[in-house]
């Protein structure tokens, strides 16, 4: 159900690669509450997604980046400005990759070429990107920005591997430039720690499918969806959480507070 909470916002949501990811379910809600935005990824993740099916659905642009590189950028932000017709109210930060997850290097034998790069793509496009907002002024008072990230960032999932430590980063920019985003000009930079979820990148990892059905055996309310998300996402960019900056918010049905469930314990009772 639709209740305009976002009538009259504009924005940019980078990552929506297909109707699986987070991204795209709330680039699917923002549309529903009265929100505009321009969609973005890096061009070949364009060709390997359905952006444009999603950009008809919602009657969006597609302005394609690379979110690690300033000049691309700054062309997004300079012309999303132009398509929306002002500063922006909200940014989702969605995007994130590890070469050495995806080639199979252990975490104990990186290719550092491919951790640099994961870590530009997963964590340091985030400082660049609200960068690139903050100089060139483009985000409205009380605008927010959001950057998706897992709690692999403050605890040990071996086959998470080098992601975990780019959310770690990822999470201190949110922090650190957060303070100057706030002080300066009222804006607000929250991260969501979110389920894991069936994403293509989240599909990635070693060992997904037993994982995702232990965090849910764990979870009082079982795994949050995509879906769970994108909503918990819209929250953060209305009004409602005008207060609400330099947070990691868990969306994940209570999975970060347990330390066993009866769910859990039953499995190996069981044996």
Same mark, same amino acid.
């Given at each position: 159900?639709?209740?305009?909470?976002?009538?009259?916002?504009?924005?940019?949501?980078?990552?929506?690669?297909?109707?699986?990811?987070?991204? =795209?379910?709330?680039?699917?809600?923002?549309?529903?509450?009265?929100?505009?935005?321009?969609?973005?990824?890096?061009?070949?993740?364009?060709?390997? *997604?359905?952006?444009?099916?999603?950009?008809?659905?919602?009657?969006?642009?597609?302005?394609?980046?690379? !979110?690690?590189?300033?000049?691309?950028?700054?062309?997004? /932000?300079?012309?999303?400005?132009?398509?929306?017709? *002002?500063?922006?109210?909200?940014?989702?930060?969605?995007?994130?990759?590890?070469?050495?997850?995806?080639?199979?290097?252990?975490?104990?034998?990186?290719?550092?070429? =491919?951790?640099?790069?994961?870590?530009?793509?997963?964590?340091?496009?985030?400082?660049?990107?609200?960068?690139?907002?903050?100089?060139?002024? !483009?985000?409205?008072? =009380?605008?927010?920005? /959001?950057?998706?990230?897992?709690?692999?960032?403050?605890?040990?999932?071996?086959?998470?591997?080098?992601?975990?430590?780019?959310? $770690?980063?990822?999470?201190?920019? $949110?922090?650190?430039?957060?303070?100057?985003? *706030?002080?300066?000009?009222? /804006?607000?930079?929250?991260?969501?720690?979110?389920?894991?979820?069936?994403?293509?990148?989240?599909?990635? /990892?070693?060992?997904?499918?037993?994982?995702?059905?232990?965090?849910?055996?764990?979870?009082?309310?079982?795994?949050?969806?995509?879906?769970?998300? !994108?909503?918990?996402?819209?929250?953060?960019?209305?009004?409602?959480?005008?207060?609400?900056?330099?947070?990691?918010?868990?969306?994940?049905? *209570?999975?970060?507070?347990?330390?066993?469930?009866?769910?859990?314990?039953?499995?190996?009772?069981?044996?």
């Amino acid at each position: 159900m639709a209740y305009n909470l976002l009538k009259g916002k504009k924005g940019i949501i980078f990552g929506a690669l297909d109707e699986n990811s987070i991204a =795209w379910k709330t680039a699917e809600r923002v549309h529903e509450e009265g929100g505009e935005f321009v969609l973005t990824n890096a061009p070949i993740a364009m060709r390997m *997604g359905q952006i444009k099916e999603l950009a008809e659905k919602t009657n969006s642009e597609i302005i394609p980046a690379d !979110a690690t590189n300033l000049e691309d950028l700054q062309n997004l /932000v300079s012309k999303a400005q132009e398509i929306l017709g *002002g500063k922006l109210d909200f940014v989702l930060h969605s995007i994130g990759m590890s070469v050495n997850v995806r080639k199979g290097k252990h975490y104990t034998e990186q290719n550092y070429d =491919w951790t640099h790069k994961g870590w530009d793509v997963s964590a340091l496009s985030f400082h660049k990107t609200m960068q690139v907002l903050y100089k060139e002024d !483009a985000m409205n008072e =009380w605008g927010s920005i /959001v950057a998706l990230t897992y709690m692999a960032a403050q605890r040990v999932f071996p086959d998470y591997n080098d992601m975990a430590d780019n959310k $770690a980063y990822l999470e201190s920019i $949110a922090r650190s430039f957060g303070y100057f985003f *706030g002080k300066d000009k009222n /804006v607000r930079v929250n991260t969501i720690s979110q389920s894991p979820t069936p994403t293509t990148a989240g599909q990635g /990892v070693k060992g997904f499918d037993g994982f995702i059905a232990y965090a849910d055996k764990m979870s009082p309310l079982g795994n949050a969806t995509a879906m769970d998300c !994108a909503n918990y996402t819209i929250s953060l960019f209305s009004d409602l959480t005008k207060r609400v900056t330099l947070q990691n918010l868990y969306n994940d049905g *209570g999975f970060s507070n347990m330390g066993v469930s009866d769910a859990v314990m039953e499995t190996f009772m069981d044996e």
